[in-house]
């Protein structure tokens, strides 16, 4: 089947090879199987076109892509052009309306089901019903049927009688635009249409065909605009899908990690629960063994009182250790050795007091509370991960040591001092900072940073007015600025945070090169997270701001980067 133009092709071109193609199938006979899709072997319904110009049925070609999606790779069923991807497909509206044209003046004869009446031998498909004689007649019959003007021959029709008058039994003529009827000669002269307006059935047929020639137009177009819509919404549907094949994922990942925080969770506040009966019993335990040695010296303090002989009295060596209480003698009693001071017995009644008076309950539901309260800001700084705000550095603010990207986005040290000109908002000496040149007072944001190009760095937020010089001016070293540290020391590369110089060395350390800074400026959090799968909380710092907030990097070797960030209202 030789193919049709592609519809990018110029319309001069495209219509001369269209005229040519019409002209060659008209001459060859075989327009209707121009006209068929090589994969339904059906005429065209909606033809579209690939990039190598073969045609075929929308909903064929749909069909064939589908099952090679499956693979891969996707190929024309004609030409075997294969595409690197799932090749688009081109509307032929001109090659439609051939098709819809043809259909409506090629009706297949086979399937009308007339035959002719007198090839009795084998059924052979009429081509034309003579409504006077009321047969029908293939070719051959035709030729020999008579030609006076009272034999009215029409398309093939097993109704004769719905071509008739069913009042005068005469062929129907003509059309009354009054009453919209078909009707006879005698009707139009004596009968109930007389006097009315009548036209020739072809005349009428005409009129009517104009108007619905403009109904097809308008319904092509309503067609056309009802595809246009269906393709974008199958295109939305596409990244729908995709979108959400991506949040399955992430909320499979979410509620996993979520089990496993809860049943640790769990697990922290029953271990609470079981350590506080067991203080209890190791209290019991220690105090039976000191009434067990109260007891030991009591004895031997009442023997030695009812001893005779003073002189064993006396020379009583271990007598040192018998009093744990304080002996109220005068100052020069060597008995005041016997006796230790009464702090013991004060820990012993601070301890009793302690464990009477232990909220026990009250603590396993401020442990409760504050371990769904971390896994609930889990929850809401995961799915903050929609998109990207940009932040950039502030060049005014960079220590001399620090070099900025053109894109402010990265951080480097070099051997080199870079001269900036001196500026009160700059940092100095070993400072080796540079802050953002936003800053926050409200809402809540968050930004990653790639600190896989440094051994030791420090990120974090701080206020405007922290310290542009000395050990005071390091994120985390004042109460002004609240900060995530790596060392390359001599702790093995320890991870902490830090705030007003006091460090908290984490427990495990970030297991990817990339960590998260979460701000809620209302609720006064700062939070750490590690950009692992799935992404985990290393600390959350909570207080009261008083300034807005910038965002802060401090790297001793190598560079840092701000890989994205975002602002929640």
Partial sequence: MSPLPHPHSSPVSETFSLVSLLLSAMASGDLRAELKCSVCLNIYTDPVTLKCGHNFCRVCIDRVLDTQGGSGDFFCPVCRKR??????????????????TFLSAHPDREESGVFCTYCVDSPVPAVRSCLHCEVSLCDKHLRVHKKSPEHILCDPTLSMESRKCSVHKEVLKYFCTKDNACICVSCSLAGEHRGHQVETLDEASEKKKETLRNVLSYLLTKREETEEIIQSLQEHRRKVEEEAAGDTERVTALFRDLRRR????????LRNI??????????????????????RKLRHIEELCNMTDPLTVLQESDTGDLCDTEVEDNEDS?????????DEDNEDIERHEELLHDGGGLDVAGVLHKGLSDIITEVNVYFYIQGAADILLDGNTANNDLQISD??????????????????????????????SQSFSSGRHYWDVDVGGSESWRVGMCYPSIERRGRESWIGDNKKSWGLDRDDGDD???????HDSKVIPLPTNP?????????????????????CDPIRHLHTFTTTFTEPLHAGLGVWGGCIKICGGRREM
Avoid: M
């Avoid at 060597?334 to 009464?342: A, I, K, R, S, V």
């Fill in 83 to 100: 595409f690197r991807s799932r090749p688009a497909l081109h509307r032929n509206i001109t090659l439609r309306n051939i098709a819809e």
């Fill in 262 to 269: 809860l049943e640790d969770l769990e697990k922290r506040i």
């Fill in 274 to 295: 079981s350590r506080r009966a067991e203080r209890i019993s190791i209290s019991i335990r220690d105090l039976e063994r000191k009434k067990e040695e109260l007891s």
């Fill in 334 to 342: 060597d008995t005041g050795d016997l006796c230790d001071t009464e």
């Fill in 407 to 436: 894109d402010r986005k990265t951080v480097s040290v070099l051997d080199i001092e870079q001269n900036y000109p001196e500026t009160p908002e700059r940092f100095q000496d070993l400072s080796c900072q540079v802050l953002s």
């Fill in 492 to 498: 093995n590369n320890q991870y902490s945070v830090i």
């Fill in 511 to 531: 297991s990817s090169n990339r960590v998260r800074i979460y701000l809620d400026y209302e609720a006064g959090r700062i939070s750490f997270y590690d950009l």
